[in-house]
């Protein structure tokens, strides 16, 4: 009786048991050698040796700080210019997609079938100096007008400058945007537009007192999902980036395989992983709640 | 010099005598595997040191070979991307002859990008205790070779099995100074480093390496983000010779680079031949051969070896440790130094071969071409001086620096962040 009783009790944790193994294997454990790698002085040829030498630490910030911030401001411009973006066309195929919904949704994931890198290759041909997009700017006689707000560098190009890497970024990422976005417009019941206008609310109120904060856990969703990746990523600023566009991915990739620099790399994921981790939950609290997880899945 | 192997540290050559570490051993030394790592045992491990004297290790290098006397009918061969001959079935035709005159299949991949992130690829696998899967590796000389060296990643050759690669290899690649006395490789093809430019956008003649510090090229100058040919082009370029150079210079050559710095729109990684032909870059550092198969397939550039002088590397065939057909390795490294088969691959690689012996053999193509672009072509090549240097050229050029662990470290710290950062 109490036997079975006890086991009863104890069935939920084997049954979440596995997800724990999962976690603990791959993410604590790695984690935690990585904290270990971080601290450890030495090089390839005679190892590295644990000396909780924490200065790597200091050294790597010092060395890297441009790119550490660089790759947050990047972050920051190319989420906001997703969320610009992303929102109404969620908020199109949420509401107006009727029953082709479903086919607006793959049309959105289509390009995903298509290599990262040979999408973002392919923004280069667009790009470069002689290529579709400043031809173009070029016969439409816009080029001087692109210079002067910047779009376009000084020296005639859009290759290897911040906006291509920003503008890769954000179309990469959009989808990452758009779909938690529209997950929550989804959900949202349209009766509730028309009780907001039986009770006088024009459509610019029913959508900023009704649609905008129902939808605001998406949101949230979206931007988590958009700047952890994009603030950490390093393919965009290889293919489309030149010599001042290098973020923290790049630094920490060069110094895990190229230099086999172990511990800097380590240090500098450490470094990248903390202040994520402090902007999410900052960013948590400036949005009024203070269960991210809670947030985010809702 | 009796025997190749006199003179070397022991160390250096033992460990690839061994072709099996235990599964003890091989957790031991499991590098940054997650698991293979205990955050008790505090450390990842140096390469295991030797304790075997000269003697020895050179009884289990005989010993070694003598184990693996007969072909296994398999070669896997790893090698950089268009460096080989290819057919109008996009196959090698020189491979299906190796086929055909040996019985041994070849499995060929085109998977070595450059040398800093390959390495970083097969290290781990190596430290490891595990075979990364190719018996032919090739690699350019420099820091990476060094260090595949030193860490007894590479199986020194079967100098008994070389009788055309030592009747028929140049002088620039037999005994170089990168490997005494060809312990563990063989050239596969050689370079220079030079400039390049696309003379549509620039209407003067380029001489010199002051030409990459132009500011009127602002913006479409190329480089590359390697350790090796931008340091060492520098330092040709402020008038030194690189295979001397003191740290006093690497100074000095890194502050010209950092001038040239916001110049610069790219430090590129094997990809600056297509934005040089679109006009994306006017003029860029680049390899010899790089250029010269550009222009045959319809761009128009030129390529200089600059009067101040200008880097010679070679990339290296070796095998790697714990290859599973070292025999078929050997068997076909000694193969492509018959100057009938180098040929086979110059008139497609053009780069500088390893076996003059071709350059008659290529005149004696290009007289018996039937059209007319092949007889150009073929009459192009033989009298190249990008394939086959004069001794005026061999004098203005240099091999890099060599350097050991100590200078290694200042050397990356001076020149990495330029390009890195």
């Known amino acids: ?298 | 010099m009796n025997s190749p192997l006199d003179g070397l540290p022991p160390d250096l050559v033992r460990g690839l005598t061994s072709p099996r570490l235990s599964r003890r051993r091989a957790l031991q030394i499991g590098g940054l595997s997650a698991l293979g790592l205990s955050l008790a045992a505090c450390g990842i491990p140096a390469a295991p040191g030797s304790k075997l004297g000269l003697h020895a290790a050179r009884e289990q290098i005989t010993k070694f070979w003598m184990q693996h006397a007969k072909n296994t009918g398999q070669l896997n061969f790893e090698n950089w991307p268009l460096y080989i001959d290819v057919g109008k079935g996009n196959d090698h035709p020189s491979l299906d002859l190796f086929t055909k005159q040996t019985g041994i299949k070849v499995k060929y991949d085109e998977g070595i990008q450059d040398d800093d992130s390959y390495f970083g690829k097969i290290q781990p696998v190596l430290a490891a205790g595990q075979s990364i899967g190719w018996d032919i590796i090739v690699i350019t000389n420099g820091i990476y070779l060094d260090r595949l060296v030193n860490l007894d990643y590479l199986i020194p050759l079967d100098q008994n099995a070389m009788p055309n690669f030592y009747a028929n290899a140049s002088p620039l690649v037999l005994d170089p100074s990168f490997d005494r006395g060809n312990v563990y490789t063989m050239a596969w093809q050689s370079g220079m480093t030079g400039i390049a430019y696309n003379p549509k956008y620039i209407d003067r003649e380029i001489t010199s390496w002051e030409d990459l510090q132009d500011p009127a090229f602002r913006g479409k100058i190329g480089m590359f983000a390697d350790i090796e040919d931008t340091p060492n082009s520098a330092l040709c370029a402020i008038g030194v010779n690189p295979e001397t150079s003191t740290e006093a210079d690497w100074r000095k050559a890194a502050d010209w680079l950092k001038k040239q710095r916001p110049l610069v729109r790219k430090y590129y990684q094997q990809d600056y031949v297509a934005p040089l032909s679109k006009g994306d870059l006017w003029i860029s550092l680049a390899w010899s051969g790089d250029i010269f198969q550009a222009n045959a397939s319809g761009s128009n550039l030129k390529f200089v070896v600059p009067k101040e002088g200008a880097p010679l590397w070679t990339d290296n065939m070796c095998i790697p440790v714990h290859a599973q057909h070292p025999r078929d390795a050997m068997t076909y490294m000694d193969w492509v130094y018959q100057p009938k088969i180098a040929t086979l691959l110059a008139e497609y690689i053009n780069y500088i071969t390893p076996v003059p012996a071709t350059q008659p053999l290529i005149m004696a193509d290009a007289k018996a071409a039937k059209s007319k672009d092949d007889k150009e072509f073929y009459t192009q090549l033989a009298e190249s001086p990008l394939i086959f240097p004069s001794k005026a050229d061999y004098s203005k050029l240099h091999r890099y620096r060599v350097l050991d662990s100590a200078e290694e470290q200042v050397w990356d710290s001076l020149f990495e962040p330029i390009y890195q950062s």
């Open chain 1, 1 to 298: 009786m109490t036997w079975s009783r006890l086991r009863a009790k104890l069935a939920p944790y084997w049954l979440v048991l596995p997800a724990w193994l999962w976690l603990v294997i791959f993410f604590v454990v790695p984690t935690l050698v990585m904290l270990s790698v971080s601290t450890m002085t030495g090089n390839l040829l005679d190892g590295f040796k644990q000396t909780w030498h924490w200065s790597t630490y200091s050294h790597g910030w010092s060395l890297y700080h441009v790119q550490f911030v660089r790759s947050i401001v990047y972050g920051l411009i190319a989420t906001a210019l997703c969320l610009v973006i992303a929102y109404p066309v969620a908020y199109w195929i949420a509401f107006r997609g009727g029953r082709h919904k479903s086919s607006l949704l793959f049309l959105l994931l289509l390009p995903f079938f298509v290599s990262f890198v040979i999408r973002t290759q392919s923004w280069g041909f667009i790009l470069s100096d002689h290529g579709l997009a400043l031809n173009w700017a070029r016969d439409l006689h816009v080029l001087g007008l692109l210079k002067d707000v910047h779009l376009v560098s000084s020296s005639g190009s859009i290759l290897q400058t911040p906006v291509a890497v920003v503008g890769g970024l954000v179309y990469n990422f959009l989808p990452f945007t758009v779909l938690p976005i529209y997950v929550a417009l989804e959900r949202v019941d349209p009766a509730l537009l028309e009780a907001s206008s039986d009770l006088y609310a024009n459509k610019a109120s029913a959508f900023s007192k009704v649609v905008l904060p129902l939808s605001m856990p998406g949101v949230f969703a979206a931007v988590l999902l958009t700047f952890v990746p994009v603030a950490s990523d390093y393919v965009n600023a290889t293919i489309l980036g030149g010599t001042k566009t290098t973020m923290i991915g790049n630094i920490i990739q060069t110094e895990y395989f190229t230099n086999s620099d172990y511990p800097t790399a380590a240090a500098l994921s450490f470094i990248l992983m903390a202040a994520l981790l402090i902007g999410v939950f900052a960013y948590a609290r400036a949005l009024g709640t203070e269960d991210v997880l809670e947030m985010a899945a809702r």
